[in-house]
């Protein structure tokens, strides 16, 4: 059973970045029948799609967002990161961690979420 | 991108009901949709894909139907467990949506 775990700072200040991992246990992040990914809520709102990386790499945003993210893999840690640069209050949100199965084309396991306010 | 509406926003049912929620697509998806039930400060559960596929370990009590731009998912008896939010989310088309979520309460 994959598990998946977000991990990162509780607080991040505006205009600074927001830096979050993801480290997936219980199955290879190199399996070639997933990809990963970064989905959004802000409190009683609904969720946003924010990217997604294959274990090659190549990576796919969300055009809202494109700008000011990036997302990366650690294969030797089995992690993958995101990064949302230039943070406002409007980037405040529960972040989850999930994965995609190619065979079902839906995110099958997520992580818990990691809820990180932007204030200073 | 695709725009997905659900129907209702919000719905108020008692135990044993059968619970209809739709999600319209803006234009055509094949059948590249899932349903997700979230509970509060909880994650998205996935429930079906392929619009009809129910995923493993899922109560057979909830079903899914449709293509194109118009799917329904149902709980043929409600049961005290399933009072929760529900989401529609398409992959047929990048980027990837979600639907707005439909809240299901106690009557």
């Known amino acids: 059973q994959v598990q998946l775990q977000e991990s990162g700072p509780g607080l991040v200040k505006p205009s600074q970045t927001l830096s979050l991992t993801c480290t997936v246990s219980?199955?290879?992040?190199?399996?070639?029948?997933?990809?990963w990914s970064w989905i959004r809520q802000p409190a009683g709102k609904g969720l946003e799609w924010i990217g997604r990386i294959y274990t090659s790499g190549n990576t796919n945003y969300n055009p809202s967002l494109k700008s000011r993210v990036t997302i990366s893999v650690d294969t030797s840690k089995n992690q993958f990161s995101l990064k949302l640069s230039s943070v406002t209050a409007a980037d405040t949100a529960v972040y989850y961690c999930?994965?995609?199965?190619?065979?079902?084309?839906?995110?099958?396991?997520w992580g818990q979420g990691t809820l990180v306010p932007v204030s200073s | 991108d695709i725009q997905l509406t659900q129907s209702p926003s919000f719905l108020s049912a008692s135990v044993g009901d059968r619970v209809t929620i739709t999600c319209r697509a803006s234009q055509g998806i094949s059948s590249y949709l899932a349903w997700y039930q979230q509970k509060p400060g909880k994650a998205p559960k996935l429930l079906i894909y392929?619009?009809?596929t129910l995923q493993s370990g899922v109560p057979s009590r909830f079903s899914g139907s449709g293509s194109g731009t118009e799917f329904t998912l149902t709980i043929s008896s409600l049961q005290p467990e399933d009072f929760a939010t529900y989401y529609c989310q398409q992959l047929n088309s990048y980027p990837p949506t979600f639907g707005g979520g439909a809240k299901v309460e106690i009557k």
């Open positions: 219980g199955g290879s992040i190199s399996s070639g029948s997933y990809y």
């Open positions: 392929a619009a009809s």
């Open positions: 999930a994965s995609v199965n190619y065979d079902i084309l839906a995110f099958d396991y």
